[in-house]
């Protein structure tokens, strides 16, 4: 019942905020953007896992959620968000439940290639070096985020992960190469289903990590 409740208000925050974003007074437009990503570290803390994913995970979602509230100095949310994904790719590398395939290794280099040369055309003329630097390393984390989000075995873990980069692929793109209508939309639904997916992968993981053992 605890959990039903949880999502129920995740869902209700998190729509609110994406599609009312505008009605949302300035002051209080942050306060809305943190409680869903609250309410699913409340979530994770309440599920029942296997105790090392779930802790590590949990540290993932509480870095994610530093980086929403510092995102607005660019690289010190890029920084957050970046050891967010480290907590992630730490917790899918340490299960062994699944293999990546083949193909979504090669569309994965094709992907991120692509996006890195990409962007770079738009921020090295500009001379923004630093920040260039700091993107290539954070496609690289989210990349290898994807990647090893298949070692789990959990649709949930991998659904949330390829979220994850659309959401990311998007602000990026928006950010540095062109406006993208409805932009704050897509941006949002895509990272709050990314980090969702992501929370639940804790209860999915361990049930399949059980079965294995069993």
Same mark, same amino acid.
């Given at each position: 019942?605890?959990? =039903?409740?949880?999502? /129920?208000?995740?869902?209700?925050?998190?729509? %609110?905020?994406?599609?009312? /974003?505008?009605?949302?007074?300035?002051?209080? *437009?942050?306060?809305?953007?943190?409680?869903?990503?609250?309410?699913?570290i409340?979530?994770?803390?309440?599920?029942?896992?296997?105790? =090392?994913?779930?802790?590590?995970i +949990?540290?993932?979602?509480?870095?994610?959620?530093?980086?929403?509230?510092?995102?607005q100095?660019?690289?010190?949310?890029?920084?957050?968000?970046? +050891?967010?994904?480290? /907590? %992630?790719?730490?917790?899918? *590398?340490q299960?062994?439940?699944?293999?990546?395939?083949?193909?979504?290794?090669?569309?994965?280099?094709?992907y991120?290639?692509?996006?890195?040369?990409?962007?770079?055309?738009?921020?090295?003329?500009?001379?923004?070096?630093?920040?260039?630097?700091?993107?290539?390393?954070?496609?690289?984390? #989210?990349?290898?985020?994807?990647?090893?989000?298949?070692?789990?075995?959990?649709?949930?873990a991998? +659904?949330?992960?390829?979220?994850?980069?659309?959401?990311?692929? +998007?602000?990026?793109?928006?950010?540095?190469?062109?406006?993208?209508? %409805?932009?704050? #939309?897509?941006?949002?639904?895509? %990272?709050?289903?990314? *980090?969702?997916?992501?929370?639940?992968?804790?209860?999915?993981?361990?049930?399949?990590?059980?079965?294995?053992?069993?």
């Amino acid at each position: 019942m605890e959990r =039903k409740i949880v999502l /129920f208000l995740f869902a209700i925050s998190g729509l %609110y905020y994406i599609f009312f /974003f505008d009605s949302i007074a300035s002051s209080l *437009q942050m306060v809305f953007k943190l409680i869903p990503m609250i309410l699913l570290i409340f979530l994770a803390i309440r599920s029942n896992g296997e105790r =090392k994913y779930k802790a590590i995970i +949990i540290g993932g979602l509480i870095f994610c959620t530093i980086g929403d509230y510092t995102l607005q100095w660019f690289i010190v949310g890029l920084f957050s968000f970046l +050891i967010g994904h480290i /907590f %992630y790719i730490v917790a899918f *590398q340490q299960t062994n439940e699944g293999r990546i395939p083949t193909t979504f290794k090669m569309l994965l280099v094709a992907y991120g290639g692509f996006m890195m040369v990409w962007l770079m055309s738009s921020l090295l003329p500009d001379g923004s070096y630093v920040l260039a630097v700091a993107v290539c390393a954070y496609i690289t984390a #989210i990349l290898l985020m994807g990647w090893n989000s298949f070692r789990t075995a959990s649709r949930f873990a991998i +659904i949330g992960a390829l979220l994850f980069i659309s959401s990311d692929s +998007i602000l990026a793109i928006n950010r540095f190469i062109t406006d993208i209508p %409805y932009s704050h #939309i897509l941006i949002m639904a895509t %990272y709050y289903g990314a *980090q969702l997916f992501i929370a639940l992968s804790i209860v999915q993981y361990s049930a399949l990590r059980n079965k294995v053992i069993q």
